[in-house]
């Protein structure tokens, strides 16, 4: 019997004699953990075409057709791609006006987005309207904490979705800002605004309950205020399951992920695109979760930027 | 050497054994902005799909109204571009309202391009004015038009038409309205936005007042201003005139 075997089998027979569910992960676990790559956008505001070439600061920048060909080019480097969106897809280009956000959605069935949440902008043109444009999408709608009951919205959002990528389950939870004073009373209706963050957490807490190795958040709340007003840097602090917030409405460029310790000591991430499609952000997560750890120490993430 | 190994091993074997869970492995994450640039490919699925609709906007945008002979721009206290865009506000609203506007107001956040020289296009107006906001008009007080005023002097003065007002010490003063001194105690028909009317910028002091509606976009306004102008053989222009004079 060679040393490395001998080692290797009284490992083994300590690990059965002491703490049987060690033995998967200590023996099984590869060096890798699950990987997932997401892929956010914000704020798109209509942007369908580039910006003009007229010398302008974001001449040339954005458009739907490059960034579907950046996302395909993404799924031919990566497995498990998501790609998700934080609201204000509608509003601001004659596109909007025109047709009411039937190309928006259409390019984002077509980049196979898994999943939006709604951003103020999103009610411009009427909770009903938007709710006919949802004919065009192939990927659900998340927000908890709107109450559409007695809306044309109501049963065309849900508060949260699970999708599977490979051997990743991804919970995603939606979060959308008070709509008071920020969107006229006549269009959002009888939409009732509810309170982000313990409804977003009760939903992240089911999402974790049914397995998922990751729960991505989409917020809209925008990513922080000078004042007491509930944002993304709010939520992470007070959260608990989520692990990634993927915000909005404040336009930010992100020059990195933003870290925050939530309520149990493990780090959440939030990140933000700016706006208008100008940059598709990119996470790449080799993931040890805390099933995956099979422990209840805080975890940590670590971040490099991509070269 | 390999004894000492084995050892090693074992210790750690045995620390792995005390310790009631495994040491916690960090996620990592490695984050990139993908810049979305002119030279980057283009998806022909995309394309195909959005080609009937930029056709017809292209069609509907590339529209000419009208000559602009001079750049168009806001600036505060005054520009051409403000005052063009008020004047469209008091002529527009008088005429659809049936009524005789007195003064006209944009909030300078609400200008959100600017009209180069020469021909002027749909497209330009829907860059200008691209949120659906409606022309709207209300019956106000004097008293109420004098805190409204002060309001959004406090917030560095918007563009008007139909008033004429000096800024002293962030205080409107000296104002005139359709040639007159300001009369507390007269009603004005004032020309704002919905959305300035609805409580807007922080301006509650005009929600409790009636709102005459017709559901009217500013935007529409512009256009049919423009074609107006241009009828008239006149450019797309507005004149400085010190409607606002900052004196302090």
Redesign the interface.
């Known amino acids: 019997m060679n040393?490395r075997k001998f080692?290797a089998d009284?490992?083994k027979t300590?690990?059965l004699l002491?703490?049987p569910n060690?033995i998967t992960?200590?023996l099984q676990?590869a060096p890798k953990?699950k990987q997932l790559t997401i892929?956010h956008t914000n704020d798109v505001h209509s942007r369908?075409?580039?910006f003009p070439?007229d010398g302008s600061r974001n001449?040339?920048?954005?458009?739907?057709?490059?960034?579907?060909?950046?996302i395909?080019?993404?799924r031919t480097q990566a497995d498990n791609i998501l790609v998700v969106d934080a609201g204000d897809i509608f509003?601001?280009?004659?596109?909007?006006?025109?047709?009411k956000g039937?190309?928006e959605i259409?390019?984002m069935s077509?980049?196979g987005y898994d999943a939006a949440t709604m951003g103020n902008h999103d009610f411009?043109?009427g909770l009903e309207n938007f709710a006919t444009q949802l004919q065009h999408a192939n990927f659900p709608i998340v927000v908890c904490n709107y109450n559409f009951t007695n809306t044309p919205m109501e049963g065309k959002a849900k508060p949260y979705t699970i999708v599977q990528k490979g051997n990743v389950k991804i919970g995603i939870v939606g979060v959308g800002i008070e709509l008071k004073?920020l969107v006229?009373e006549n269009l959002y209706g009888n939409t009732v605004y509810m309170e982000p963050i313990s409804n977003a957490n009760r939903s992240a807490a089911y999402l974790k309950s049914q397995g998922c190795d990751i729960v991505v958040c989409l917020s809209h709340l925008g990513d922080k205020y000078n004042d007491d007003k509930v944002s993304d840097e709010i939520l992470a602090k007070e959260s608990y399951d989520i692990d990634v917030i993927i915000g909005g409405h404040t336009h930010r460029?992100?020059e990195?992920?933003r870290k925050y310790k939530n309520k149990k000591g493990n780090e959440v991430?939030v990140?933000q695109?700016g706006w208008a499609?100008?940059?598709?952000?990119?996470?790449?997560?080799?993931?040890?979760?805390e099933k995956?750890?099979?422990?209840?120490?805080?975890?940590?993430?670590?971040?490099?930027?991509?070269i | 050497m390999r004894y000492f190994t084995t050892r090693l091993v074992l210790a750690g074997f045995i620390g792995l054994l005390g310790c009631k869970t495994q040491a916690p492995q960090p996620t990592t994450v490695a984050y990139e902005g993908v810049k979305i640039t002119t030279e980057a490919p283009k998806d022909s699925n995309v394309l195909k799909m959005l080609k009937p609709f930029s056709d017809s906007i292209n069609k509907t945008m590339n529209k000419v109204i009208g000559f602009a002979v001079n750049n168009l721009a806001k600036k505060q206290p005054e520009s051409n571009l403000g005052n063009l865009m008020t004047d469209c506000m008091l002529v527009q609203a008088s005429a659809t309202f049936g009524i005789q506007a007195d003064a006209a107001f944009v909030n300078y956040g609400g200008i959100r391009s600017y009209i180069p020289k020469g021909e002027v296009t749909v497209g330009k107006v829907y860059e200008l004015m691209p949120f659906d906001n409606l022309i709207v008009v209300q019956k106000l007080s004097g008293k109420v038009l004098l805190q409204f005023l002060q309001h959004i002097t406090q917030r560095g003065t918007w563009p008007c038409s139909g008033i004429k007002y000096t800024v002293v010490n962030k205080q409107p003063t000296n104002i005139f309205i359709g040639g007159k001194p300001l009369d507390e105690a007269k009603d004005y028909y004032i020309v704002n936005t919905d959305y300035i009317t609805s409580g807007g910028d922080d301006c509650d002091m005009l929600r409790p007042f009636p709102v005459m509606n017709k559901g009217y976009l500013f935007r529409d306004a512009l256009i049919s201003y423009f074609q107006l102008l241009t009828q008239q053989g006149k450019p797309i222009d507005a004149p400085i005139e010190n409607r606002i004079t900052i004196n302090n």
């Open positions: 040393r080692v009284t490992l300590g690990l002491a703490a060690l992960n200590s676990a953990g892929l369908l075409e580039a070439n001449a040339g920048m954005g458009g739907v057709a490059a960034r579907a060909a950046a395909s080019g993404i509003q601001g280009t004659p596109y909007f006006n025109l047709y039937e190309p259409k390019a077509l980049m411009d043109a004073g006229p460029f992100f990195q992920p991430l990140n695109m499609g100008i940059q598709l952000g990119r996470l790449d997560y080799n993931l040890f979760n995956a750890r099979n422990n209840t120490q805080a975890s940590t993430i670590i971040l490099n930027k991509k």
